[in-house]
């Protein structure tokens, strides 16, 4: 018993040392929460000798009434105290002006890709936007890749509980939905979007993410005008010194299929964590259209040829901008994003 009536003084007396609501609910959260001093005193129960149970629990009752009345006393008075404070002070004068809210900007991988597109929009080329959800068909099999064909390994698929449904794994499926509405045509487009993949997040790789499609088909169209194409977007949104690299590459949709590098921008190619001391850094992949994808959206290749590219806006701000981290364009971090 003099263990409970030590527990109830000892209660009080931090309690009266509580200046304020903050201190007070931590007091609570110390005495009467559920692993608090009453609660613990009260689970003691089964230790006490069976003839002295009776009279230990109605003590800790006891206490545990006086110390949650004199908590919710000393909390309703700290909260007339602050009543009494805001209205003692000065009133508000509403003639006063009134402070400006933060206004919000555009997020980086859009600044980025409007960019892409003003860059394009001077060649000629008009965006077009296709659908995020997309048919296996649409996605793989026009694209040059058939049921269990392994290229389709190149990209991890979200599907949907719809059989044949999917989350479009690249904006390419958009080469076959504007081929077929503007066949026999010449088409020169770019397809912005967002793209979908079942990776593992890491600092390089996202399972969301913008992609930018570029497609361009007509007669007598060749791998150097595809050059010339990127040789002009890369300095018009890098600058004039930068220098390109071509590669021979593989995609299943383009032939010959290749890929684009550009010398660092932060280390002048002597070689750095960002290029992986390469001195050159990966921009985009590109290709003549394959036969089979023209043939598939309505237009003939022994006549018409073409060639696309496809780049992300986020691998892009990120080289401008020198961001180490892809995380950050989805984290909503308002310090990150202010920056821009």
């Known amino acids: 018993m003099q263990v409970l009536e030590d527990l109830e003084a000892k209660g009080l007396a931090e309690l009266a040392q509580a200046t304020d609501e903050a201190l007070l609910r931590l007091w609570h959260g110390n005495w009467l929460g559920r692993t608090g001093h009453v609660p613990a005193a009260l689970k003691r129960v089964a230790e006490i000798p069976p003839q002295e149970r009776k009279a230990y629990g109605q003590t800790a009752n006891r206490v545990k009434e006086t110390l949650t009345g004199a908590y919710e006393k000393a909390l309703e008075r700290e909260r007339e105290a602050v009543l009494d404070r805001e209205l003692q002070a000065p009133p508000l004068d509403p003639t006063l002006p009134g402070r400006n809210a933060p206004r919000g900007g555009l997020h980086p991988s859009t600044q980025t890709l409007r960019r892409i597109l003003r860059v394009f929009g001077d060649l000629g ?153 390469s001195g050159w850094v990966e921009i985009l992949g590109a290709g003549m259209v394959h036969p089979t994808v023209l043939r598939n959206g309505g237009y003939d290749p022994a006549r018409f040829s073409g060639f696309a590219f496809g780049m992300g806006p986020e691998r892009i701000t990120m080289l401008l901008s020198g961001i180490d981290d892809i995380r950050y364009f989805w984290g909503n971090d308002l310090r990150f994003l202010g920056q821009f």
């Not at 290229?151 to 044949?164: E, I, L, S, V, Y």
Request: glycine fraction near 8%; include cysteine; proline fraction near 7%.
């Open 125 to 277: 080329y008009q965006a077009y936007r296709s659908r995020e959800v997309e048919d296996d068909e649409t996605n793989f099999g026009l694209l040059n890749m058939p049921p269990h064909h392994p290229a389709r390994d190149m990209w991890d698929t979200f599907h949907t509980t719809t059989p044949g449904l999917l989350l479009r794994t690249h904006t390419s499926p958009g080469q076959i939905h504007v081929m077929r509405e503007r066949a026999p045509a010449p088409i020169r487009v770019v397809l912005p979007g967002m793209c979908h993949r079942y990776e593992q997040i890491t600092a390089r790789s996202e399972i969301m993410f913008h992609q930018v499609e570029g497609l361009c088909v007509g007669e007598g169209i060749t791998l150097a005008d595809l050059k010339g194409t990127l040789e002009v977007f890369i300095r018009r949104m890098f600058g004039d010194s930068r220098q390109m690299r071509i590669r021979s590459s593989y995609f299943p949709f383009t032939e010959p299929s290749i890929e684009v590098d550009m010398d660092c921008m932060l280390c002048g190619g002597a070689g750095c964590a960002v290029c992986k001391h």
